[in-house]
């Protein structure tokens, strides 16, 4: 295939997540061309609308294929109120609020984002005095070297947008498919409208790091469909 004619595929992560958790993911050079899109910092008390628009700015191809996660998942959906895309792949995310767990819908009605400790979030090295056990420092300096954003800043607005997220006048393409683990601890998989969705058994809200040979072996068969089908291998 010319490369004017590959596909063109942009990957968002996750919420302060480097776009680095994609780089174990492989796609076919001679079919698709794979960009990275990463985390700006807020400007001031930015809207989402703001800010997706501003992201959308590494976006330099028409009709591209948007691969988003978590929050990233959320970003490319409000992208779509802007640009036509040829396929939405959401992975480990939510399409409307009402999926949400009731922890945060708790803590959207009583505002406790405004109270998050984002600070420790942003000095990893305090953190790491309070990860007892090997798996959870195992867990920690995976997070420690796909954490791209750990700016108070952007850690106060990100949570912010994520809990308050409605997800208005949004019509998600017909050519949307979703991926999510059925042991996922930020986003449950009993809240989720399974329509359209792959589920991953035993895979984590981290899936996309640890079960990245599942997407090397289905992705290429995801993205050359238009509509969900049951034939990629759980």
């Known amino acids: ?14 919420l302060a997540a480097s776009s680095k958790i994609f780089e174990h993911i492989k796609l076919s050079d001679s079919e698709y061309e794979l960009h990275y899109l990463d985390w700006k910092l807020p400007d001031g008390d930015e809207s989402l609308e703001s800010y997706v628009k501003r992201m959308l700015l590494d976006v330099k191809h028409e009709n591209p294929i948007l691969v988003g996660v978590s929050f990233g998942g ?25 999926e949400f767990p009731t922890r945060m819908h708790f803590a959207k009605n009583w505002k406790l984002y405004k109270i998050f400790p984002t600070t420790l979030f942003s000095n990893f090295e305090y953190l790491k005095h309070f990860m007892l056990g090997r798996h959870l420092k195992k867990r920690f300096e995976m997070y420690k070297m796909y954490m791209f954003m750990n700016d108070k800043k952007y850690l106060d607005w990100a949570f912010k947008n994520v809990i308050n997220w409605e997800a208005h006048n949004l019509i998600l393409p017909e050519n949307t498919i979703r991926i999510h683990g059925e042991n996922d601890e930020v986003f449950p998989i009993q809240y989720i409208d399974q329509t359209n969705c ?35 291998n759980a």
């Open 1 to 14: 295939m010319s490369e004017m004619n590959k596909c063109h595929v942009y990957f968002m992560p996750g």
């Open 74 to 98: 959320i970003i490319i959906q409000e992208m779509t109120k802007y640009i036509s895309v040829q396929q939405l792949i959401i992975i480990s995310s939510v399409c409307s609020s009402k």
């Open 198 to 232: 792959y589920i991953i058994p035993k895979a984590t809200h981290a899936m996309i790091v640890y079960k990245y040979k599942w997407f090397n072996q289905n992705l290429p068969i995801i993205l050359k469909q238009t509509k969900y089908e049951k034939s990629a």
